[in-house]
Protein backbone atom coordinates (compact mmCIF):
# COMPACT_ATOMS: atom_id res chain seq x y z
CA UNK A 1 0.00 0.00 0.00
CA UNK A 2 2.98 2.90 1.14
CA UNK A 3 4.30 1.36 -2.71
CA UNK A 4 1.36 2.47 -4.31
CA UNK A 5 0.47 5.72 -2.53
CA UNK A 6 4.57 6.97 -3.11
CA UNK A 7 3.87 5.98 -6.98
CA UNK A 8 0.71 8.11 -6.73
CA UNK A 9 2.04 11.09 -5.59
CA UNK A 10 5.13 10.84 -7.55
CA UNK A 11 2.69 10.93 -10.62
CA UNK A 12 0.87 13.72 -9.26
CA UNK A 13 4.23 15.88 -8.52
CA UNK A 14 5.20 14.93 -12.37
CA UNK A 15 2.09 15.70 -13.57
CA UNK A 16 2.11 19.13 -12.10
CA UNK A 17 5.49 19.51 -13.24
CA UNK A 18 4.89 18.72 -16.72
CA UNK A 19 1.59 20.82 -16.86
CA UNK A 20 4.00 23.86 -16.30
CA UNK A 21 5.06 23.65 -19.22
CA UNK A 22 2.00 24.29 -20.82
CA UNK A 23 2.28 27.90 -22.45
CA UNK A 24 -1.78 28.90 -22.15
CA UNK A 25 -1.86 31.64 -19.39
CA UNK A 26 1.33 33.15 -19.36
CA UNK A 27 -0.04 36.06 -21.69
CA UNK A 28 0.48 38.15 -18.92
CA UNK A 29 0.49 41.30 -21.35
CA UNK A 30 -1.80 44.33 -20.43
CA UNK A 31 -2.73 45.80 -24.51
CA UNK A 32 -2.31 49.95 -24.26
CA UNK A 33 -5.19 51.98 -23.58
CA UNK A 34 -6.79 53.10 -26.51
CA UNK A 35 -9.82 54.95 -25.00
CA UNK A 36 -11.27 55.88 -21.47
CA UNK A 37 -14.88 56.52 -20.24
CA UNK A 38 -15.89 59.98 -19.53
CA UNK A 39 -16.63 59.10 -15.91
CA UNK A 40 -19.51 60.48 -13.84
CA UNK A 41 -17.05 60.80 -10.72
CA UNK A 42 -13.32 60.11 -9.14
CA UNK A 43 -15.20 57.98 -7.02
CA UNK A 44 -16.76 56.33 -9.54
CA UNK A 45 -13.51 55.37 -11.10
CA UNK A 46 -11.82 54.82 -7.91
CA UNK A 47 -14.59 52.06 -6.99
CA UNK A 48 -14.31 51.15 -10.95
CA UNK A 49 -10.40 50.40 -10.16
CA UNK A 50 -10.32 48.71 -7.30
CA UNK A 51 -12.79 46.15 -7.56
CA UNK A 52 -13.11 45.95 -11.78
CA UNK A 53 -10.43 46.77 -13.55
CA UNK A 54 -7.88 43.59 -12.93
CA UNK A 55 -10.39 41.71 -15.53
CA UNK A 56 -12.00 44.62 -17.29
CA UNK A 57 -9.15 47.03 -18.79
CA UNK A 58 -6.14 46.96 -20.01
CA UNK A 59 -4.32 47.68 -16.44
CA UNK A 60 -4.43 43.98 -14.90
CA UNK A 61 -2.29 43.09 -12.36
CA UNK A 62 -0.78 39.78 -12.47
CA UNK A 63 -0.29 37.78 -8.73
CA UNK A 64 2.34 35.65 -8.22
CA UNK A 65 -0.16 32.19 -8.90
CA UNK A 66 -1.31 33.27 -12.00
CA UNK A 67 2.44 32.23 -13.07
CA UNK A 68 1.73 28.46 -11.72
CA UNK A 69 -0.83 26.24 -13.78
CA UNK A 70 -3.58 25.06 -13.67
CA UNK A 71 -4.37 28.40 -11.85
CA UNK A 72 -3.04 30.88 -14.33
CA UNK A 73 -5.36 29.09 -16.80
CA UNK A 74 -7.98 29.82 -14.95
CA UNK A 75 -6.71 33.64 -14.09
CA UNK A 76 -5.80 34.11 -17.71
CA UNK A 77 -9.30 33.06 -18.79
CA UNK A 78 -10.94 35.21 -16.68
CA UNK A 79 -9.14 38.23 -17.77
CA UNK A 80 -9.67 37.10 -21.57
CA UNK A 81 -13.15 36.96 -21.17
CA UNK A 82 -13.81 40.32 -18.58
CA UNK A 83 -11.90 42.16 -21.34
CA UNK A 84 -13.99 40.79 -24.38
CA UNK A 85 -17.28 41.79 -22.30
CA UNK A 86 -16.68 44.85 -20.99
CA UNK A 87 -13.03 46.44 -21.14
CA UNK A 88 -13.08 50.45 -20.31
CA UNK A 89 -9.09 50.55 -21.50
CA UNK A 90 -10.55 50.28 -24.88
CA UNK A 91 -13.59 52.77 -24.97
CA UNK A 92 -12.71 53.61 -28.97
CA UNK A 93 -14.74 49.85 -29.48
CA UNK A 94 -18.52 48.97 -29.14
CA UNK A 95 -19.25 48.00 -24.93
CA UNK A 96 -22.00 45.45 -25.37
CA UNK A 97 -22.41 44.98 -21.79
CA UNK A 98 -21.75 48.17 -20.53
CA UNK A 99 -25.81 48.78 -19.63
CA UNK A 100 -25.74 46.33 -17.20
CA UNK A 101 -22.70 47.08 -15.56
CA UNK A 102 -24.59 48.40 -12.60
CA UNK A 103 -26.99 45.60 -12.60
CA UNK A 104 -24.18 43.21 -12.05
CA UNK A 105 -23.04 45.05 -9.10
CA UNK A 106 -25.82 45.37 -7.46
CA UNK A 107 -26.97 41.61 -7.85
CA UNK A 108 -23.53 41.15 -6.00
CA UNK A 109 -22.49 39.14 -9.83
CA UNK A 110 -19.29 41.67 -9.89
CA UNK A 111 -16.92 41.40 -8.50
CA UNK A 112 -17.38 37.39 -8.56
CA UNK A 113 -16.75 35.78 -4.82
CA UNK A 114 -13.41 33.81 -6.15
CA UNK A 115 -12.20 37.18 -6.93
CA UNK A 116 -12.65 39.11 -3.67
CA UNK A 117 -11.20 36.07 -1.94
CA UNK A 118 -7.64 36.72 -3.01
CA UNK A 119 -8.18 40.44 -3.75
CA UNK A 120 -9.69 41.62 -0.08
CA UNK A 121 -9.41 44.76 -1.43
CA UNK A 122 -11.58 44.58 -4.14
CA UNK A 123 -14.56 44.16 -1.68
CA UNK A 124 -17.62 46.08 -1.63
CA UNK A 125 -18.94 47.14 1.38
CA UNK A 126 -23.04 47.38 0.58
CA UNK A 127 -22.63 51.47 0.52
CA UNK A 128 -20.20 50.46 -2.18
CA UNK A 129 -21.93 48.61 -4.29
CA UNK A 130 -24.87 50.98 -4.10
CA UNK A 131 -22.11 54.07 -4.44
CA UNK A 132 -20.20 52.08 -7.68
CA UNK A 133 -23.76 51.05 -8.80
CA UNK A 134 -25.30 54.90 -8.74
CA UNK A 135 -21.49 55.90 -10.83
CA UNK A 136 -22.05 53.53 -13.40
CA UNK A 137 -25.74 54.49 -13.97
CA UNK A 138 -24.53 57.67 -13.86
CA UNK A 139 -21.39 57.16 -16.16
CA UNK A 140 -23.14 54.70 -18.51
CA UNK A 141 -26.90 54.64 -18.10
CA UNK A 142 -28.71 50.88 -18.12
CA UNK A 143 -29.17 48.19 -20.55
CA UNK A 144 -33.00 49.37 -21.15
CA UNK A 145 -32.48 53.33 -20.87
CA UNK A 146 -31.60 54.36 -24.27
CA UNK A 147 -31.16 58.39 -22.72
CA UNK A 148 -27.49 57.38 -21.46
CA UNK A 149 -24.32 57.01 -23.48
CA UNK A 150 -25.00 53.42 -22.25
CA UNK A 151 -23.39 52.19 -25.44
CA UNK A 152 -20.11 52.78 -24.79
CA UNK A 153 -18.36 53.62 -27.80
Not at 13 to 22: G, N
Not at 39 to 68: K, V
Not at 126 to 152: C, Y
Amino acid sequence: MKRVLRYGLIGVAALFLLIQLVPYGRDHSNPPITGEPDWDSPRTLELAQGACFDCHSNESEWPWYSNIAPVSWLVYRDVVEGREALNWSEWDREQEEVGEAAETVEEGEMPPRIFTITHPEARLSESEKAELALGLVETFGREDDNSGPGGGG
